[in-house]
């Protein structure tokens, strides 16, 4: 049987895109393949490693472009490369309804937090000036909204006395690492194959 196969979208550092490659490349998500990782910033650290990975890399920067332009270019690639799955993973945009209603069930992001609290940016200093004592990240499918699709799993990590935004990021990020190919096996392992 052919391959499952992902396509990453990325916006920056990508380390959520490697921790799936390693995934990949050690079992931990069986029979899969990353057919296209794109990026809307050409310069984007997460593409480089991709291009070093002898991945197919696509910069695809908006500039002036209107949002639906900018998504046709992006469209076009991922028609041809016939993803199962689109990872989100870091990236800075949000997705038309057009979009979404094309993959619909067929597109993860990951969050820096335990939604439904604090969707959308800057997340992790909100949760400390909150009072939080525990936050965490969420792996969940892309609907219209911002960061309120279906849920696929979270996982916690405390919030200790001292921390800092960058100390609580390293704390969910490293969780995010496990948690987002978890999620990967677990979705493709549902999911109805391209025919
Ligand atoms: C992660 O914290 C992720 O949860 C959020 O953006 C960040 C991306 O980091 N959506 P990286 O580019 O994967 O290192």
Redesign the pocket.
Known sequence: MSRRRLAIL?S??????EAICDAIGDGRIPDAAIVAVISDVADAP?LNRAVERGLPAFPIPRGSESRREHERKILTILDSARPDLICL??YMRLLSPDFVSRYRGRIL????ALLPKFPGLDVQRRALEAGELESG?TVHFVDEGTDSGPVVLQRRVPILPGDTVETLSARI?KE?HRAYPEAIARVLKELPRRT
């Open positions: 990325l920056g550092r990508g380390s959520n895109f997460g993973a870091g992001n990951i969050h820096p990240c990020l995010e």
